[in-house]
C-alpha cells in the first residue's frame, strides 16, 4: 500500500484498505455461512469464489479510469499572492 499511493493521501489509502478488509470479512462470513446451509460446502467455497471474482474485476474496472485532471489556479482573484495566516490583521481592542 506505501508504495502505490503518494505520500500526500497514505494515510487515507491505508484507512480505507483496513475498512474494507473489514467490511468484507463482516460481510462474508454470514453470506458464505447461508451459501453452506443452502447447498452445503461446496456452495460456501462458490459463494466465496464468485465475491472474490466481483472484487477483482471491480479493481480492475476502477484502476483503468483516467484520473481527475488537476485543478488550475483560479485567474479571477484580485491578488495573485495568497494570505499567510500571520498576514491576517487583527482588530486593536
Known sequence: MSRLAPASVRGEATG????AAS??????SPVVGVAID?????GGFAA???AGLLAAVTGY???????APAPSPSSSSS????LDPCDAVTPTP
Open 16 to 19: 480505507l484498505h483496513s475498512s
Open 61 to 67: 474496472l476502477l484502476s483503468r479510469r483516467s484520473p
Open 48 to 50: 466465496a469464489g464468485l
Open 23 to 28: 467490511a468484507g470479512f463482516a460481510l462474508g
Open 38 to 42: 443452502a447447498s452445503g460446502p461446496a
Open 79 to 82: 491578488s495573485s499572492q495568497a
